[in-house]
């Protein structure tokens, strides 16, 4: 054992908009000196995603881009990628890898076992193996999965609902693998951020007085915008001036839009695209929306509930544990556009006090909390390998 910082190396396919880019470059940031030294390996994104390649330079890194990793399949440029990790590996000499998202995870675990790296770690952030590809595809997907989980010192899912179902439902790991962590976030901005502020209405020309109502994430077919819009008509019904807020962007935006002119919905919906700043949108927001049909721990619902924004969601993925099965927010069946519609009308007409809500998100989700639990975890691991004799 040496007097130097433990080396941690976090490696994602892409820092895309979303729960995953927030999560490990808030990680990479807090496991810095003097006990920590830590950098981040990254792809690039696809065309029409957000890049939040900025909110890693804010946090004071700069990450080191593999052009190769991204999320797309493609046998010469994982050779590529495989190829350049081993080298930045053997170079930095880490005593943790630790991958994020399906291709970083895959591809980061086999290098690093290759390399010798004393502890690797892998955090699912949700899944692929609902809603995303076809059965066969699907399978091939579930056997990497449970050949990278025995290269892995430990899996991290960020609810027990997770860890279920892929000890459960898919095998790809035992129970006793499996640690349970849940998300870390800074939530500071949307707990401080007074409800009803107006700007984000005033931004984008939302009637102040209108019942606003809102879905944040990626314009694809795992979120069910559809379904969203389908609640969105019956909403319209029963509250003529209720309005809808779309924020994000994806390659189903034209189908969306198109849908959202089949049901006479053009004048209530806006689409914002990706947006840098959501304290004032969770603000000005009356509830927000998931109705997707797959799901691991969604940070706007986080982040709403940390604003207070009301939240009605599918009971799918880790909601029901997020949610505390209905406790913190309503749940409703997928692919339901009737209860959905009914949910959030009820939302709008008797607005639940989540003041305690507000509370347990910040309690629970905070970063400083996730930075102690990873840190034991991270310790413990190291102590057991070395103990054991290290890989190198």
């Known amino acids: 054992m040496t007097d130097r910082p433990i080396r941690v190396m976090n490696i994602i396919s892409r820092l895309n908009v979303g729960g995953p880019a927030l999560y490990v470059t808030l990680l990479t940031e807090k496991f810095g000196a003097p006990d920590y030294d830590s950098v981040l390996v990254c792809g690039t994104i696809d065309p029409g995603e957000g890049d939040m390649i900025y909110y890693a330079e804010q946090h004071g890194l700069k990450p080191i881009i593999i052009p190769e990793l991204g999320r797309s399949l493609n046998l010469r440029r994982d050779l ?91 095998h790809v790991a035992r129970k006793k693998q499996i640690t349970v962590l849940p998300l870390g976030l800074d939530l500071n901005g949307f707990a401080a951020t007074p409800r009803h502020l107006g700007q984000f209405r005033a931004a984008w020309g939302i009637p102040p007085g209108a019942p606003l109502v809102g879905i944040v994430g990626r314009i694809v077919i795992v979120k069910n915008h559809a379904l969203f819009l389908e609640a969105a008509a019956r909403i319209r019904q029963a509250i003529p001036d209720a309005h809808f807020a779309i924020i994000g962007d994806g390659d189903l935006r034209p189908d969306v839009e198109a849908q959202a002119d089949a049901l006479g919905l053009r004048d209530s919906v806006t689409f914002t695209g990706w947006q840098r700043d959501l304290i004032p949108i969770y603000s000005d927001m009356d509830a927000l929306v998931i109705s997707s049909i797959s799901e691991g721990t969604p940070v706007s619902v986080i982040e709403a509930l940390a604003a207070g924004c009301p939240v009605v969601a599918t009971t799918v993925g880790g909601l029901p544990d997020l949610l505390e099965h209905g406790r913190l ?37 905070g970063i400083d909390r996730l930075v102690t639990d990873l840190d034991s975890l991270y310790r413990g691991l190291l102590a057991k390998k070395r103990r054991g004799g290290s890989r190198r």
């Open 80 to 170: 590529t990628t495989l190829h350049k990790i081993y080298r930045l590996i053997r170079e930095y000499q880490p005593d943790i890898v630790h991958t994020h998202t399906a291709k970083a995870g895959f591809v980061g675990r086999v290098v690093a076992r290759l390399a010798g790296v004393p502890v690797v770690v892998h955090t699912f952030h949700g899944h692929s193996f609902r809603g995303y590809f076809n059965p066969v595809m699907t399978r091939v997907f579930i056997l990497l999965e449970r050949w990278a989980a025995s290269l892995s010192d430990t899996i991290i899912t960020l609810t027990e609902g997770l860890r279920r179902e892929l000890a459960e439902e898919y």
């Open 329 to 365: 927010g309503t749940l409703v069946p997928p692919n339901d556009a009737e209860a959905l519609a009914a949910a959030v009308e009820q939302t709008l007409c008797q607005p639940p006090d989540v003041t305690e809500t507000q509370r347990r998100m910040i309690d629970r989700y």
